[in-house]
């Protein structure tokens, strides 16, 4: 079998214009401008690279974009302070903040102190127990990327067996929680379970989020089965002409092995990362759609 490639790029760009349409129509009939302000603390490279780009995105599709770039050695005090002011500002309607966060800060201090409603990323603990007890929420952006491209894909994913490959909270558990919510049989798999490429085998559905290059291997997978690849994992590709290390984007998936099995798999780069960003936007306009009482557009949230 030949795997169907998801093709993350082509999908994110059809949300992206979903949300530009309604970014235009609420600018139309209700004078609404959605506001994003991205909060960067340090110089971080793969970090700037991210915010750069979604910057450059939010303000394509049509909303404010704010960016925030405070130096390594910031007080947490002064970034909650910050946090605060982006709380109170109804310009803003989401609130994200770029992790990881240099090591003196507390992560769950300072994301807790973003406004829920405001929390674009969905790891604020009210949104993550929304999400737990299946109420409205907001939910993290892989996550739902990787879901709006499971049911593009399958229409219903009711009865399904899902494995997903690891637990984080950013990742493994949110994924856990939706695709429970769509009614799969879901199974978490993480650095101590046992024969893991057994209960892979049992999946109809494998999501790999572990961050080890190329791991996942074909004779892990049911045939037929769909492979969303979540993994960025920059590898060693030999050398330039000028003596230069080479390197490659590859993702926790070896995509040759994999796609002569599954029935459909996503590709890395050109897979889940473009989605990521544009759930963001997406929960952007969600967020911006609920604070001012106006109907949310359909299938941009779950
Ligand atoms: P993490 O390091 O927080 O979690 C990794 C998980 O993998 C852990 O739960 C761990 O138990 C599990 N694990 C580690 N080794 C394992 C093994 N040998 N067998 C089974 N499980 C194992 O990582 P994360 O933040 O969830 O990210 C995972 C990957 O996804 C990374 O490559 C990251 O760069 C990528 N990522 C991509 C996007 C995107 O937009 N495409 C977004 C977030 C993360």
């Excluded at 984007?249 to 890395?268: E, M, Q, R, Y």
Aim: glycine fraction near 10%.
């Amino acid at each position: 079998m030949t795997a169907t490639i998801i093709d993350g790029k082509a999908f994110a760009a059809s949300v992206r214009e979903k949300v530009q349409a309604h970014v235009a129509h609420l600018k139309a009939s209700h004078g609404i401008v959605p506001g994003l302000a991205v909060v960067l603390v340090g110089e971080d490279p793969a970090s700037q690279v991210y915010v750069r780009s979604k910057g450059k995105q939010t303000v394509e599709v049509g909303m404010k974009s704010v960016e925030h770039k405070l130096d390594a050695d910031t007080a947490e005090a002064d970034l909650l302070a910050m946090i605060k002011d982006l709380n109170a500002d109804d310009s803003i309607h989401g609130i994200l903040v770029q992790l990881p966060l240099p090591g003196h800060l507390n992560e769950d201090l300072v994301i807790n102190a973003i406004e829920p409603a405001k929390d674009v990323d969905g790891f604020h603990i009210s949104n993550v127990g929304l999400l737990g007890t299946g109420q409205k929420s907001m939910v993290p952006c892989t996550p739902l990327g990787c879901l709006m491209m499971l049911r593009a894909h399958h229409g219903s994913l009711s009865g399904l067996d899902a494995v997903i490959i690891g637990r984080s909270n950013i990742v493994g558990k949110p994924m856990a929680q939706l695709l429970l919510g769509d009614s799969c049989t879901v199974t978490i798999a993480h650095s101590r379970t046992k024969d893991l490429p057994d209960v892979v085998r049992r999946a109809d559905i494998v999501v790999a989020a572990v961050g080890r290059a190329e791991m996942v291997l074909g004779d892990w997978i049911k045939p037929g089965a769909t492979v969303v690849d979540v993994g960025i994992n920059r590898i060693d590709a030999g050398t330039k002409e000028d003596g230069s290390q080479k390197t490659r984007l590859v993702g926790d998936v070896d995509f040759a092995s994999v796609s002569a099995v599954a029935g459909a798999v996503t590709p890395v780069p050109g897979g889940v990362g473009p989605m990521t960003i544009a759930c963001l936007l997406a929960n952007t306009l969600t967020a911006c759609c609920r604070a001012n009482s106006i109907a949310e557009p359909e299938g941009l949230t779950v």
